[in-house]
């Protein structure tokens, strides 16, 4: 695919932020400070499915999905990691890495749809932003 035709979807734009790139996915967070949540996003145009990827991409979004799950388990500490690739809403290719709680808003019921969102103050942001692209290098090294 032409990686230069790569383009995020608006809605992903709008609900994100972001914070760095991998070697496939961009890596956003979404702006629900409820939630420990991340969206990749592998950048090549015209992904709908994990299987239009090639194989071996396929197998680098999982290592990248790992990363970012390692990186949120250190940062929350969370209870259970939830892994979606879901697209009913948006079909470009993307996939939910979400650090649950126990206690959280949604518990134990998915996160779509619960409540109304929270978005991160800029100081909040900023520091999460910083502490998962700490965490995201530490764990490409390691």
């Not at 979807?9 to 070697?23: E, I, K, R, S, Y």
């Not at 790992?66 to 079909?91: F, Y």
Request: proline share 5%.
């Amino acid at each position: 695919m032409n990686e230069t035709a790569f383009e995020l979807h608006p809605q992903l734009a709008a609900d994100t932020h972001f914070v760095g790139t991998l070697g496939l996915s961009r890596v956003l967070l979404m702006d629900d400070a409820r939630f420990a949540w991340l969206i990749l996003v592998p950048m090549r145009a015209g992904m709908r499915d994990w299987i239009d990827l090639p194989h071996a991409q396929q197998h680098q979004l999982l290592d990248e999905v790992e990363l970012c799950s390692h990186a949120l388990r250190a940062l929350v500490r969370p209870d259970k990691l939830n892994i979606a690739s879901l697209g009913n809403m948006v079909a470009q290719l993307h996939v939910h890495v979400i650090a649950r709680h126990v206690d959280d808003a949604a518990w134990p019921g998915p996160v779509w749809g619960v409540g109304a969102r929270v978005p991160y103050g800029a100081g909040a942001l900023t520091r999460r932003k910083a502490e998962l692209l700490a965490l995201l290098h530490a764990a490409s090294q390691g």
